[in-house]
């Protein structure tokens, strides 16, 4: 296992997240990257999604984890990001399981 180098910012860290959740099911759609680049002001994705796609989901939440961690989030931001990734579960026409459960698990992490 890689240990994945911690960058310690709030924006690169929100865009990790929300990147995290779009790609639960394994494709994030234009309206989703536009939103996360709205959101972070991140403007290239694909050396997130090169990271999370290489990685296990256990280094990837590990990895977040540390991130937060890092770039110490305080109650707000996590609240923040939270609202954030409910906003981004509901884009898009079709309901997706997996970017729920994805979120439901991620906002469990961000509460504790």
């Known amino acids: 296992m ?3 180098r911690v960058k310690a910012n709030k ?7 929300l990147s995290y959740c779009a790609n ?16 972070t002001s991140v403007s290239n994705l694909s050396a997130i999604q090169c990271a999370i ?23 707000n931001d ?10 981004l579960v509901n884009i898009g026409k079709d309901y997706n399981l997996l970017k729920y459960n994805t979120f439901r698990a991620l906002k469990y992490f961000l509460r504790s």
């Open 24 to 39: 639960a099911n394994f494709a994030i759609s234009k309206d989703e990257a536009e939103f996360i680049k709205n959101k």
């Open 78 to 87: 996590k609240k923040h990001l939270i609202e954030d990734l409910k906003e």
């Open 11 to 17: 924006n690169h860290t929100n865009a990790y997240i």
């Open 53 to 75: 796609n290489k990685n296990t989901d256990y280094q990837t939440i590990d990895h977040i984890l540390n991130l937060i961690v890092a770039s110490q989030y305080t109650r």
């Open 2 to 4: 890689n240990p994945l």
